[in-house]
């Protein structure tokens, strides 16, 4: 392959590049990225780069020596508004297009918001944060819709700036569906703890001049309201493409679509039927896809660690592994009421996943010894 267009400019996409390099691909890569930014880390921005306490440098995922020995041909600030397979071409909206014998799809995603709520705040890109940040003034009283990690995680930083929060929550406790009750419990005392009015079982109906409407009438008064409720992948440059996209774009075990020249990567790659929107995930997958990229069919498979981490107020959250809600749960060090404690979920007398609070420690022992990796997706 002479050229290889990899398509959005964030965590996957510099993987993926990286890992071209690292396999011996001495071919052009173009970096396609609709952002004006050099790619940069997004989880510092509802933490550190929110507080104010972390500097846009810091977030960097590319230093002067990689600049370097990458030899990218950086596209930023422009979107790839098709994929013409038959052409082999990308084609941007500044009216140019690239013209690539591989493509690695990278585009993540965008932040969702809700009806009614098209004038408040979203989280997702550094300008995001700033936009926020700036709006974080003392004695702003702030309302969060979504109580899920980033939700949680706007609120732990306002309460670390003294503003007042509230958060409003559809389900009856952050995040059970993934966590089950117990863990949904420990969440919402974290937001308790901490003094942030966590209100679950409401339905945020619109944002008002004077705040938020709940469907029963009532107004939460705000000064700033924010929408975390998740992403939307960003494939609609693909319509047309003929790759299957639906939830994400469609691929394989090996994260290859129905086109062998074409890979996806990170949040944007739905395979096994799902996708991940989790740091690891977007950084794992890259050797995998890159290496059936390179040999032009699927030879390797990949299999998610399932690993994600979430800072909220005091608390660091890890989870790892793919539990259901019908897993057994067990406390394995400490009880739900403490500051640190680890828990395993358990199915067929097998460790399917492990979760701790403030305890990295005898999570990534556990995670290690008695953690079942998965097998790797069928092909
Ligand atoms: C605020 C925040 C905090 C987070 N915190 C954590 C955490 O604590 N732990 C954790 O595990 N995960 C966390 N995550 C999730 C993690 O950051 C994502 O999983 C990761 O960024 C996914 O990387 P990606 O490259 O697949 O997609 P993205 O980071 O979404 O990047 C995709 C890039 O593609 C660009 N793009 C989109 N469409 C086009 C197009 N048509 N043409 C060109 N470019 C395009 C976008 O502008 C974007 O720059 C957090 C995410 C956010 C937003």
Redesign the pocket.
């Known amino acids: 392959m002479k050229r290889i267009a990899v398509?959005?400019?964030?965590?996957?996409?510099?993987?993926a590049a990286q890992e071209l390099r690292a396999q011996g691909y001495d071919g052009g890569i173009v970096l396609?990225?609709?952002?004006r930014h050099l790619?940069y880390?997004?989880?510092?921005?509802?933490?550190a780069f929110l507080a104010g306490t972390a500097s846009a440098a810091s977030l960097e995922l590319l230093d002067a020596g990689d600049l370097a020995s990458l030899a990218l041909d950086f596209r930023l600030g422009?979107?790839?508004?098709a994929l013409e397979p038959a052409n082999r071409r990308v084609v941007?909206?500044d009216g140019t297009s690239v013209h690539a014998d591989g493509v690695v799809i990278?585009?993540?995603?965008?932040?969702r918001t809700l009806p009614g709520f098209e004038a408040a705040r979203t989280?997702?890109?550094v300008d995001?944060?700033l936009a926020l940040r700036s709006s974080l003034v003392p004695g702003a009283r702030v309302v969060v819709v979504g109580a899920g990690?980033?939700g949680a995680?706007v609120a732990s930083t306002c309460r670390s700036l003294g503003l007042d929060v509230v958060v409003l929550e559809a389900l009856a406790a952050p995040m059970e569906p993934v966590l089950g009750p117990e863990l949904a419990a420990v969440c919402a005392r974290l937001h308790a703890d901490h003094g942030t009015d966590l209100r679950c079982g409401v339905s945020a109906a619109g944002m008002e001049e004077a705040g938020v409407r709940l469907a029963d009438g009532s107004l939460v008064p705000a000064d700033v309201v924010v929408v975390g409720v998740g992403?939307t992948p960003?494939t609609?440059?693909l319509a047309g493409s003929g790759l299957t996209v639906g939830d994400g774009v469609h691929t394989d075990a090996g994260l290859v679509t129905s086109l062998p020249s074409v890979v996806a990567?990170?949040?944007?790659?739905r395979y096994g039927g799902r996708r991940?929107?989790?740091?690891?995930?977007?950084s794992e997958q890259a050797p995998v896809a890159v290496a059936n990229l390179l040999a032009g069919r699927t030879s390797r498979t990949y299999t998610p660690s399932g690993?994600?981490?979430?800072?909220q107020y005091s608390g660091r959250l890890q989870l790892a592994g793919h539990p259901r809600p019908d897993d057994t749960l067990t406390f394995v060090d400490g009880d739900p009421s403490s500051a640190s404690f680890v828990a395993t979920w358990q199915r067929d007398g097998e460790t399917v996943g492990v979760f701790a609070l403030n305890n990295a420690k005898q999570f990534n022992r556990l995670r290690r010894q008695a953690l079942r990796r998965p097998a790797a997706l069928p092909t």
């Open positions: 398509v959005g400019a964030s965590l996957a996409g510099v993987r396609i990225g609709e952002e790619p880390d997004r989880p510092p921005l509802s933490k422009v979107r790839a508004t941007l909206s990278a585009t993540g995603g965008r932040a989280l997702r890109t995001d944060a990690f980033i995680e992403m960003a609609e440059w990567v990170g949040d944007v790659a991940h929107e989790h740091w690891t995930n977007a690993y994600v981490w979430s800072d």
